[in-house]
């Protein structure tokens, strides 16, 4: 009896982020980029963001379109909820970052997924925001993710999939570690 293997597909090509790492590992300089992002006041508490470009490996790159992104605040603050909260798009960037993770992590390490979903909640009291209780944080106070992983993999090595994603995630560090955040006006 012959048996075939039918090789991992989850979509990332770990041959060149492997590449990548082991070039940029030789040019540490390469390495630094700086992300942008332009968002602009369209009323009310409505803004459009627009991403198109940024910088990495010693020049200037562009996406391949612009992408938008519209934000706002629901009815029950008295706004339009013309679009996700500010809050909304961290969830969905740490979603999508751990998500991505655990994909590029099965394909490396050849565990072929199935399907991938993520679940994230984020809680706060917002009389932070609303300046109505000084002692209240402003952010949030926990968040949650819950993924549920169909894949060729036992429960122990999807759950390590999971931990390695969350150990290389830029955005659940941004979200987990403090940042220097400069804001200035002009």
Known sequence: MTMTTKPVDNGVNTEALIG????????????????RASCTWAGGTYSRTKIEGFSGLGQEHSHRQVFTYEADHPECFASEDRGATPVEHVLSALASCLTAGVAAVAQYRGIQLRSVTSTIEGRMNVLGILGADPEVRNGFNAIDVRFNIDADATPDEIEALVAQSQKRSAVF????NPTNVSVNVG
Request: glycine share 0%.
């Open 20 to 35: 990548a790492r082991e070039a940029l590992s030789q040019a540490p300089e390469a390495a630094e980029f700086t992300w």
């Open 173 to 176: 560090d941004i979200v987990t």
